[in-house]
Structures are given as structure tokens and as C-alpha cells.
């Protein structure tokens, strides 16, 4: 039982990106490659909901 609510309690990445919304690695742009300075931008974002 006590393992269901260790589980219960864990935050999906899913959660995490619906709290912060569109971010700037979401690629609305349309871009071909990956623009990893985006990509490090979400994290920072996904970070700071913690601090």
C-alpha cells in the first residue's frame, strides 16, 4: 500500500509542462532542427517551479 501512494504522489512530466504552458521549446515556429537554447529555456522555466 504503501508503494500506491509514493506513486500517487509523483508529478508526470506531463503535469509539470501543463503548469508552465507553452514554453519556448514547444517549437511553434515550426523550426526542422532542435534550437537547443529553447530547449534550455523550458528547463530553466520547469526548475523554478521548484525553487
Not at 501543463?18 to 519556448?24: K, W
Not at 526542422?32 to 530553466?44: G, P
Amino acid at each position: 500500500m504503501e508503494q500506491e501512494n509514493d506513486t500517487d504522489q509523483r508529478i508526470s512530466p506531463d503535469c509539470l509542462l501543463a503548469l508552465i504552458g507553452p514554453s519556448p521549446a514547444d517549437n511553434l515556429e515550426g523550426h526542422d532542427t532542435a534550437v537547443l537554447w529553447r530547449s534550455e529555456i523550458a528547463a530553466q522555466m520547469v526548475k523554478g517551479l521548484f525553487n
